[in-house]
């Protein structure tokens, strides 16, 4: 395998769990502050290191200890959340067989250098560990990476399943009755409550910014547990938000096609149990998909935003391709048979995932769009090549040239770390976002409207759709 291909495989499949063919602060005391936090008890071990901490009574799927990683800043007091990503699974064909797109990451065991040696890069005759500071360019530690360099940062690991979303472990029975019964914890919200217990201890002073991000499954966990950290981190003054490419999607409209996804998870997940704790239940158990809208109410002075690629082929499949097929005009319909009712490998249901994305996207930012929301923003280019179009918070590894591809990544990260994530007519790229989210410039919204990238004719526009070309594109090769 060339190094390319490898860069995109670990980022696919040990971050994101797609298939191979992720300001300097307000300065002051740091993060042990001057009296430092827990009433002045608390006194970290070591600065600018990743450092693991295991919350009692945390685990991963199997059972194992959870654990989070924690790098520790003596120049600010900001914190920086980040939540790993890793698909998301719901039965046993997708939690335990395999035979589904389901989630990974459901490993034994944290170790406790994970943050450090998340990924190991085969170079020459050795392998180059790589930090969760490169996998996630957000949490670098380089100012022309991420205007968060300097702030605390913490690091979630993701092992659970369940976007962070669970609190119920769960026995999954083999349909076949071939193989024996499975327990599986999806205790990631579980898991969240305990971490923010700890957080709360560690800052227990004034944070004057938080911010919390993630990416895919990391992304969907990030604005589910919002409420959350938001307030059991008791000294923040002002929250940020960035959902990078796991939308909890309005559910309600006729032009929904999330509705089938958010009934199955809420019930498997014990999500009903996260919902009731939080702000406006009530409107939540009715349409999940209003969370945007009800943390935008219960924190009006915060910046809350989403990004996400229009042509993102990977989040949109975990959400459509189980629930929903096609007609026999081709238009979206309910499927409710087993296994898939939307083939990723066929052009025509390629379109029809991408329809049903673009009709989620036009009701998340005719929601965040309304009236008085002046604190929810988007930010959404249209494609890149780089890990199908997923996470636009990962680098662009395959959006810059190969033969400086290695280069770039070892000795110039800032040059590849938003590589293809730029929106073209706007002048900016993600990292130009980040910034304008964290600053106090009203909030804006950034939306690409132009086309592009080989899979453009399988775009449901009208305009650019060849479905002859598509099915040439998309369709495996008959092999005779």
């Known amino acids: 395998m060339n190094q390319r291909a ?5 980022l696919g499949l040990a971050l994101l769990a797609v298939g191979c063919s992720d300001d300097g602060g307000t300065g002051g005391a740091g993060a042990t502050g001057g009296d430092g936090g827990a009433g002045g008890s608390f006194e970290p071990s070591v600065f600018g290191e990743w450092v693991k901490f295991e919350p009692e009574g945390t685990v991963c799927s199997d059972g194992s200890q959870w654990a989070f990683y924690v790098e520790f800043s003596e120049t600010s007091d900001n914190i920086a959340i980040y939540f790993m990503g890793g698909g998301g699974c719901w039965d046993y064909d997708s939690c335990v067989s395999g035979n589904a797109r389901g989630a990974t990451n459901i490993g034994s065991g944290l170790p406790d250098n994970y943050a450090n040696e998340h990924i190991f890069f085969p170079l020459g005759d050795s392998d180059l560990a790589v930090n969760v500071n490169q996998v996630y360019p957000l949490i670098n530690d380089d100012s022309d990476v991420t205007p968060m360099a300097d702030w605390n940062k913490v690091f979630v690991p993701y092992c659970t399943g369940d976007v962070y979303a669970g609190s119920i472990t769960n026995t999954y029975s083999d349909p076949a009755g071939e193989n024996p019964d499975s327990d599986f914890a999806h205790q990631g919200h579980t898991n969240v409550l305990a971490m923010t217990d700890m957080l709360n201890d560690m800052f227990n002073r004034t944070v004057p910014k938080l911010f919390v991000g993630g990416c895919s499954a990391g992304g969907a966990g990030a604005i589910v ?10 000294g923040v003054e002002r929250g940020y938000l960035l959902d990078d490419s796991g939308p909890i999607f309005p559910n309600q409209a006729p032009t ?15 999500a009903d149990s996260l919902i009731a704790s939080g702000p406006q239940s009530d409107v ?7 969370l945007s809208r009800v943390l935008s109410e219960q924190f009006p002075e915060d910046r809350l935003a989403s990004t996400m690629f229009r042509f993102d082929y990977n989040y949109s499949l975990y959400s459509y391709e189980r629930f929903w097929t096609l007609d026999g005009q081709g238009a979206l319909t309910m499927f409710d048979g087993e296994g898939l009712g939307l083939d990723q490998n066929i052009g025509a249901d390629r379109t029809g995932i991408h329809s049903a994305w673009w009709d989620d996207i036009a009701l998340l930012r005719e929601q965040y769009d309304a009236p008085g929301r002046d604190n929810l923003g988007y930010f959404i280019p249209f494609y890149r090549d780089t890990n199908d179009s997923h996470c636009v918070t990962i680098p662009g590894f395959d ?10 990544f070892l000795s110039n990260f800032s040059e590849i770390a ?3 994530s730029e929106i073209e007519s706007e002048g900016m790229n993600i990292r130009d976002y980040v910034d304008h989210l964290l600053s106090d410039d009203p909030l804006q919204s950034y939306f690409e409207e132009d086309g592009e990238g080989r899979f453009l004719p399988c775009s449901p526009d009208p305009d650019d759709l060849d479905p002859d070309a598509c099915a040439d594109i998309v369709e495996p090769p008959i092999e005779e």
């Open 6 to 10: 490898f860069l995109g495989c670990f």
């Open 225 to 234: 547990n919002y409420y959350f950290l938001r307030t059991g981190i008791e």
């Open 256 to 270: 929904s096609r999330s509705l089938p996804l958010h009934d199955e998870v809420r019930s498997v997940w014990d």
């Open 284 to 290: 939540l158990s009715a349409n999940f998909g209003e």
């Open 399 to 408: 959006d810059v040239p190969e033969d400086q591809l290695v280069n770039l």
């Open 418 to 420: 938003w590589a293809g």
